[in-house]
């Protein structure tokens, strides 16, 4: 269920009036059906390998108290609302440490159908003038201040991407391991429904390093986890130069983190719950960066 495609949820017949949160309820059994390997789903909730092996996700308070999605929206008498609750599975899952064990941090944004926009289209990358589709990369659209992803996506098999965005400015990023990042700006008002495409230029493995690390916290609970988030300026298609979000990795307390990046001045912000770390870093060969807590 990515870039466009969606599912029903479901439906209910509330009272007219303001509400101002929802809880999604997770179950805490298998259901009955199959994965895509054709196996019964061995957990309710569980991450499927490479090598076909499987590792449950666990999701603290999922069962019990669900998952507060607090965005307030209004049910006007005699008429429809429809929510979009899109669920971003890559910043979602988080690695807990050195156990091998993942956890299920649900992120869930929330939009009103009658409000939203999207922003579609396709990145690829040139190579001997030869323009092939760019599978795996990620798109976002960030805003806000601090700056933070609001929304984001991974590209198909054919290079394709599709967000659904409230109406607002945004600075809008591709980027891939191997390649070099691009960035657009963009505004966007009710019913917008934009084409933006960007062709990746291949990063020279010379100057590509390895940033790696250990992210540690003094009594930190099982489902502790701290957000790493990598900052750099780009030069937009615009010809803007904005701060944009490179990369953004959730790490659990106690866990390893081993990226590859393009040589490069970088902003690095770690974020727990109580603390937020920052540093700045001039990329120019493999370094080793941990952040304790």
Known sequence: LVNGVTEPLGESKLPA?????????????????????GNPHPHANYLLMADNSTNELKIPSGPQTGIKLVNGFTINQDQTTELLLDFDAKRSVVKAGKSGLYLLKPTIKVLNVADHTSVQGKVTTTANLVTSPLPGAFVSAQAGEPLQIQAGTVTGYQGGYKLFLMPGSYTLVAAAEGYLPACDTLTLATGDQLMID??????????????????TV????EDQSVILTL???LNCN??????VVIRELNIAAGGDYDISLPEGDYDIVATTEDEIASLSIILDADTVQDFSF
Not at 22 to 33: E, K, T
Not at 199 to 206: F, G, R
Not at 238 to 243: F, G, K, L, W, Y
Request: charged letters at 15%; aromatic letters at 8%.
């Open 198 to 215: 960007f062709d990746l230029a291949p990063a020279a493995e010379e100057t590509t390093f390895n940033l790696s690390g250990t992210v």
């Open 17 to 37: 009036g303001d509400y101002t949160q929802m809880r999604l309820i997770i179950g805490a059994s298998a259901d009955n059906g199959s994965n895509l390997n």
């Open 218 to 221: 003094a009594e930190a609970a």
């Open 231 to 233: 900052y750099q300026d």
């Open 238 to 243: 615009d010809s803007t130069v904005a701060t």
